[in-house]
């Protein structure tokens, strides 16, 4: 599941490449390792609003509560992604899956690769390291807040290779919409058959991927700095040689 991730572009930058405007540019601050249990948020589109980048609060929460609920909700409730399968029959999902949909800005994001009953995780980017967006779905909270979840789907071979441990029986990775795809994703007239082909609309760019520092799981350390993406060379891959 996707529970890292890196946004390391200016605001005029993403503001160019996703054709919307931040309210405020002073507010924003690009980071190198965001995690979702964090109290900092991650940037949005909506489809109400396609030309505001807005920002969130990674884990999405039913609209009736409040950001002060947002630890205890999610120490309950794992909505930091969800999986595609269930967007139309999770009675959460299916309140935002029609007209709530969102593009989650980012330009990387972090998986784990389990070899030897050790974890170390790869870093994730497109080969030019240009932004993205992930396909996701938002919430507005009745204090104004907004909360917004990653849709997962069923991995390919290239990240099935990296993150390979089964999530309830398949291997998973995040959907990352195609450029292509993704003034579609926020179209408010698509029925549900329409939403449906949409998550199969992964990117057709190349993605590239290398260790990194164990770092990422430690949340009492700093971990918002350009080393954090360095790659990390353990001996234990040397056996592997898959990339």
Known sequence: MCFHLSNTKPAQRLEKHFKANFKTTQNFEPYYHRAAYEDKVLYIIKQ???KRICP?????????????????????NYTYNARVERLFTSTLYQQFIKQQRCLIIADGFFEPHKILDRSIPYYFKYQDHSPFAFAGIYSELIDGSYTATIITTVANSFFS???NVKKQGTFRMPLVLDPAAEDKW??????????KRL????????????PVSRD???GN???????????????EL???KLF
């Open 186 to 195: 926020l179209n408010t007239n698509l029925d549900e058959s329409s939403v």
């Open 56 to 76: 969130a609060f990674w884990g999405i929460m039913p609209e009736h509560l409040q950001m002060n609920n947002r630890h205890l909700f999610l120490s309950k």
């Open 221 to 235: 350390i700093n971990t918002d700095h350009a080393k954090i993406l360095d790659k990390v060379n353990y001996p």
């Open 48 to 50: 109400s609003e396609q």
């Open 161 to 163: 290779n990296i993150h």
């Open 199 to 210: 998550t199969s609309y992964f990117t057709l760019k190349t993605f590239e991927a290398y």
């Open 238 to 240: 040397d056996q592997l």
């Open 216 to 218: 990422i799981n430690k």
